[in-house]
Structures are given as structure tokens and as C-alpha cells.
């Protein structure tokens, strides 16, 4: 959590008083893209601070903002730099800053910016404007797919430590008899790979084809797919119980539409109404669906069913 940079006036290759400013977050990573968009151009990056949050994401949260962008300007000094009064802002973080307003402050004239920073060295060569492409986020396949460990990684981290301990629970709940144990910790590793492998997987891979607008709602049906696959894989295995199979058809839905909801924060393509929207409805369905699931699991346990 701390990937950062220090806020303050950089300078990028061998710029003058004419050479452009470009405004940034302070999260490294987008200091880092935009430094090598721009490996050939002689400019002065101003760099806000964002607390280490990326710009469209600094934006919503108010910290890429008018306030800390006219601090910014005052705090180095850029009118002593700089002989012009241009600000190329990013596009993303238009919704946090006000461009009238940073003129009426600072005197600076805020240019927004392209989408993505490597349409900068055209954007500058076309006299600072941005064509249709320029101005339009994308959502492909591999932008879904390079996103995908960002929900995989924490959901391993939390889904290792309750798979032991649902072994340790079903462990006491057998009489301390590791054997009978398995079973019951088996369907309950299925039910968690199974719920990430739909909801923290494939329904970002899926996204555009999958039925229905929130995202929970696509995690939800195609947790029941999976769901239903499960019960085939463990039935194929060994005998599964009415009991036990109910907690893999209550609590895979519920669990794959929670891990595909929680994806709209890596989305381009949800607002903020929206997704608290989603939530007050999808979120108690969740909860109660894998609460549900797991009294279900230990009901199983409990009477070998």
C-alpha cells in the first residue's frame, strides 16, 4: 500500500518554459505509464496527491481533484517554470476536476487529455485534440483477462484459511476421525474453487455475453451452471447426501455472485449509483445464501447426509 510517489514538479527529459505539463496521480504505477509514453518528449509532469490511488479512481474519491490541483500549481511554484498556462489533465480524472474553476484560481487552462497515455505524443502532434478512439475506454477480452488475478489472488487468501478451518470444524463434528472428515472438507473445496472459478473468472472473461445487467446477476446464473457441475463431479466420486448436495446448490450461486460483483470495481463500464444500487439488493441475497449453505454443510456433517 505503498506504491507511491512523492507529489511535486518533475521534470522529463530536458524541458524549458515552453514545454508541456502533464498532471498525474501519485499512485507509481500511473507515474510509470505515463513517463514511458512520453520517452521522447521534453515536458514537466505535475504529480497530485492521491494518496497513492490511480486517476479515475482518485477522481470519484475527490483526492484528483480542483482543490489539490490548484494547491499543486501553487505549492511548486509552476508559473515560475512554465511560461504558458496549460495543464494537459487526464480524461479520467475530469469528473474530480473542474476546469473553470482551476482557471479562476490559478489562471491555468485545464486540456483534457486522452483516455490512455499512449495516444499523448498524437494527441500533442494534432494541436492538443483528441479524435474518437482517443476518447474512448475500452473493455476488451485481454484488459478482462489482465484484470482477473486482482479478484483470483484475494479470494485464494481468504478461501485457503476457511477451507481449514471447515476441515478442523468437520474433523470435531465427525468425532475427531480425519477419514470421515474428507469427505464433508471435499464438497467444501469444490464449492469454493467452484464459486471462484464462475464468479472470479469467467464471468469477467464472460462479461459481455453473459445474461442480465449487475454483475451479480451474471455471477448468479452462471454459479448455478457450476453448481450444477459440481454435483455431478462429487456424486461421480462418491455418494453425496440430499443435504450436502442442497449446500453446494444454495451456496455456489451465492458465493460466485458475490466475487462477480465485487468485479465492478475493476470495471470501466459500472457507475457508483449503480453498483451501491446492485448491492442493497444483491448483497443480503449473498449473505443469506451462504449462510444458508454452510448451516446446510454442517447439518451434512452432523447426520452424514
Known amino acids: 500500500m505503498r506504491y507511491t510517489v512523492d507529489p511535486g514538479l518533475y521534470a522529463l527529459g530536458d524541458p524549458g518554459a515552453e514545454s508541456p505539463v502533464f498532471v498525474t496521480a501519485n499512485y507509481k504505477m500511473s507515474f510509470d505509464l505515463l513517463r514511458r509514453s512520453l520517452a521522447r518528449i521534453d515536458g514537466w509532469i ?28 501553487q505549492w511548486s511554484g509552476l508559473a515560475r517554470v512554465v511560461s504558458h498556462r496549460r495543464l494537459i489533465v487526464p480524461q479520467l480524472g475530469a469528473s474530480g476536476v473542474a476546469a473553470h474553476e482551476v482557471r479562476q484560481r490559478s489562471g491555468f487552462h485545464v486540456i483534457y487529455g486522452p483516455v490512455r497515455a499512449d495516444d499523448l505524443p498524437a494527441f500533442l502532434k494534432g494541436g492538443f485534440k483528441a479524435t474518437g478512439p482517443m476518447r474512448t475506454k475500452s473493455f ?10 486482482m479478484e483470483v489472488v484475494p479470494a485464494i ?39 471462484i472459478l464462475a464468479g472470479a473468472v469467467l464471468t469477467p472473461l464472460l462479461l459481455p ?64 449509483s449503480g453498483v451501491q444500487r446492485e448491492m442493497r439488493f444483491a448483497l443480503p441475497l449473498e449473505i443469506g445464501g451462504t449462510a444458508a449453505g454452510f448451516a446446510l454443510w454442517i447439518a451434512a456433517v452432523l447426520t452424514g447426509g
Request: aromatic share 8%.
Open 46 to 73: 505535475l504529480v497530485l496527491d492521491t494518496k497513492g490511488i490511480n486517476v479515475w479512481c482518485a477522481a470519484g474519491k475527490g483526492t484528483f481533484g480542483t482543490g489539490e490541483l490548484v494547491d499543486r500549481i
Open 140 to 149: 476488451g477480452l485481454m484488459e478482462r483477462l489482465s484484470l482477473v488475478p
Open 157 to 195: 487468501r481468504t478461501a485457503a484459511p476457511v477451507a481449514a478451518a471447515l476441515f478442523a470444524l468437520s474433523f470435531f463434528c465427525s468425532g475427531l476421525s480425519a477419514h470421515a472428515a474428507l469427505a464433508p472438507t471435499f464438497i467444501a473445496l469444490v464449492c469454493l474453487g467452484a464459486s
Open 209 to 272: 455475453w453473459l445474461p442480465g445487467r449487475a454483475f451479480a446477476t451474471k455471477g448468479l446464473g452462471l454459479g448455478l451452471l457450476f453448481a450444477i457441475a459440481a454435483l455431478v463431479l462429487t456424486a461421480t466420486i462418491r455418494h453425496v447426501g440430499v443435504v450436502a448436495a442442497l449446500a453446494q446448490l444454495v451456496s455456489i450461486p451465492a458465493m460466485a455472485a458475490y466475487l462477480a460483483m465485487i468485479f465492478t470495481g475493476s470495471s470501466a463500464i459500472t457507475s457508483l
